[in-house]
């Protein structure tokens, strides 16, 4: 009908003057795709009260100055990581400053930069990342605004955001290999003279190939040798590997994955029994700290390798990190898991109808996940069911597991709920166990 007027969106309003003060930022009539592309994405993510300090003039003028920055460094396909002084608008100098990281797009990006600012203690005040075309590719520029970097910090800051970003690009680009390994050391344990362990090849193959199905992250791996004396009997040193042969962050041979800088090789004093062990493979918790992804300590799975006589020669190891998918599934349907659990409930004797083979079993599933992968089936009897008599007794109990390789203790500590309250979780550090020389202190 004529002479009807329609009402315009007001955010279609906002976003339309947003581009022209980004196309007068740049020095521009108007914005080109690839521009244009970048404030959309970024303004998608900006909500004005999450920064209310910062006006929506001074935004564009930060993300003029880090589209400006970013373009030139495109070609170059080299990582950029830059850290600038935040301005207004106006020109004036704002009590922020602005992090920019530029390089091809790949997965763990935003998740590894922000684990980084969070370890060094940073306040972000605003996170941006839109993903481009630039030079042929598909460009990753994430934006933060962040509390002011002092001069003194600056270079460790921009050194370890370089280091975050060399982990991610190695990962990601050794992943479809290390993938592979693991299928192929599925294979050939199926296949080898390995001893059947506890729960038989076919369940150790069984774990490794469900690893392979989104249930691991890979970070790294390496293939390694036992070394022997002229007599055949295992040397009492560290196993062997070729530095061409690390994938992903293991590329970096000053990485080890069991073992301390400081310390003797970490398998010297427990070599033969480690080795002789029949389990053909091994699942704790590594010495290499995450950077990729999820700040923590790194899952370590060894699978051994098997002459012909059915003796241990070597191993190969993985590092990389559960994913969200292999804490989610059932405990009871989780390869080797299962047996454990099974064996849990067959050895305490209850009836798994009855209520305290219901209550074990629940006390099971409930279990910490990283703990059901490492932990012994022994010690693993031990805990649970001394955890189901507090249910009948409770009281302030703890219970604790070194690791095979005595560099962590994991904790459990039960409280009562009425003699629970805030200060527990305050206590003094003193009152805590010290770590024995050389290792540290951590919460699981």
Known sequence: MSGVKTSRDPREAERDSLQRSFARALGRERLDAAAHDFLDQAIEDWRPDEAPDLSSEDLIANLGAAWTAATAAAPTREPLVQILPSHGAAGERLPMDLLLAVQSDKPFLVDSVMGELGDEGYLVKAMFHPVVRLADRDTSIIVVLMEPVGEDRREALTAGMQATLADVAASVADFPAMLALMASAATELESSTAPEGAYGKAEYTAFLRWLTGDRFVFLGARTYEYPRL?????????????????????????????????????????????LEDAAPLVVAKSNLRARVHRRTYMDYIGVKRYDADGRAYGEIRFVGLFTAEAYDEPAHDLPLVRRKIDSVLRRAGENPSAHNGKRLRNILEAYPRDELFQIEEADLFDIATGILHLSDRPRVRLFTRPDPFDRFVSVLLFVPRDRYDQNVGRAPAGSWPKPSAGGSRRST
């Open 230 to 274: 002229a007599d055949g009997d295992y040397a009492p040193e560290e196993p062997k590997f070729r530095a061409e042969d690390g994938l992903g962050v293991l590329r970096d041979v000053t990485r080890s994955v069991l073992r301390r800088a400081s310390e003797p090789a970490v398998l010297a004093s427990g070599l033969a029994a480690y």
